[in-house]
């Protein structure tokens, strides 16, 4: 099957550089609100049989336009949900920034066994993910949409054949970036990583407005 993952659209804390991962979480700004819509033009032209959405407000919102535009009806799944904070939840300075992205990397990696500060390790992250992905390859969609998060498809991607761990770790993913994939679960091979969709309205990341979605 081919698959879409997108990054769910700006939110507040993007903007702020907040490290915000806890359920439902905030809804999209205005510029998010924007990106959304216009993410629906730029998926136009793609084939979708389905689409799929973590268990957080913004990544729904980001989808709805196009799955409304497709008449198709978003599916929620919690394993696509962002890569957990822990104690480091609402944090904004920059030792917090980079204690929750250099645990990313780690993960991507390989070392997998490392946790979070106060919260999932790696080994959970990637378990809670594949699964996602099982689910969204056992709907029989031949070509779907999954929009979730940038510290989390990140860090997935990282993993799958065809990808450069060293040009992932140092390339952003904007909100609405875009990473096209084929294969099927325990087979993906990574086809592109678009960081700059096309008739999209995106702000590159920094490392201190946007950590999930910044280079390294």
Request: with cysteine; net charge negative; aromatic share 6%.
């Amino acid at each position: 099957m081919r698959l879409l993952l997108v990054r769910h659209a700006q939110i507040p804390s993007n903007v702020l550089g907040v490290l915000d991962t806890a359920r439902p979480g905030p809804s999209l700004t205005e510029l998010g609100r924007t990106q959304a819509v216009a993410l629906s033009g730029t998926l136009a032209d793609e084939p979708i049989d389905a689409v799929f959405a973590s268990t957080l407000i913004r990544t729904q919102e980001t989808i709805a336009p196009t799955a409304e535009q497709r008449g198709l009806e978003p599916r929620l799944l919690e394993g696509l949900r962002e890569i957990r904070a822990g104690d480091l939840e609402g944090e904004r300075t920059r030792e917090a920034q980079r204690a929750y992205m250099e645990t990313v990397f780690r993960w991507a990696n390989g070392e997998r066994d490392v946790a979070m500060p106060g919260g999932e390790t790696g080994e959970e992250f990637f378990a809670r993910f594949d699964a996602a992905l099982a689910e969204v390859a056992e709907s029989g969609a031949a070509d779907a949409v999954v929009v979730s998060h940038g510290a989390a498809i990140r860090c997935w991607s990282a993993t799958v054949a065809g990808a450069d761990r060293d040009f992932l770790a140092t390339h952003p993913l904007p909100n609405t970036g875009i990473v096209a994939l084929e294969g099927e679960p325990g087979g993906w091979r990574m086809r592109e990583w678009r960081e700059h969709p096309a008739g999209q309205p995106v702000l590159v990341p920094s490392g201190t407005d946007d950590p999930a979605g910044s280079g390294g």
